[in-house]
């Protein structure tokens, strides 16, 4: 293996396990917001910014359009939902089970200033969100 291909294996893996571990941290420290968010799995977010825009890519495999709400909560960005077994599936005795399934919620805080939803879309298995930065009520850009 090349120098520079076992240190890009060594930072894909020191992100995969730092991740791991935040993952671990806010299962087991982070107070839940209410009685559904205790039984519920956060999907994996990537988060992106290029001037006013945010886009926010959540891993959500098997989740249709119809099991998802997203929306705007003050400086929150809530994405929830459900992940149910696919119909196929049932009946079958369980092997493995690594994707979460079930109800599922993730609560990002937003750079300041206010949002508003843009371009959203399920693709790959993923959700796709765009937010727009806004300007405020008296004109000024926040």
Sequence with gaps: MATRDLERWMWAEACALLDQADRLQQQFFDPPDARATRRA???????????RELVIVAALPGVTAERLEVGID???LVIAGE???PPGLRGHNVQRLEIPR?????????PPGHY???????????????????????????
């Design 74 to 76: 003050g400086a929150m």
């Design 41 to 51: 799995w956060r999907p994996p977010v990537d988060v992106y910014q290029a001037g």
């Design 83 to 85: 992940r149910r077994l």
């Design 102 to 110: 079930g109800r599922f919620e993730r609560r990002l805080r937003l």
């Design 116 to 142: 508003q939803i843009g371009q959203h879309e399920l693709s790959h298995g993923c959700l796709v969100l765009v937010l727009h930065r806004v300007e405020s009520l008296t004109g000024e850009s926040t």
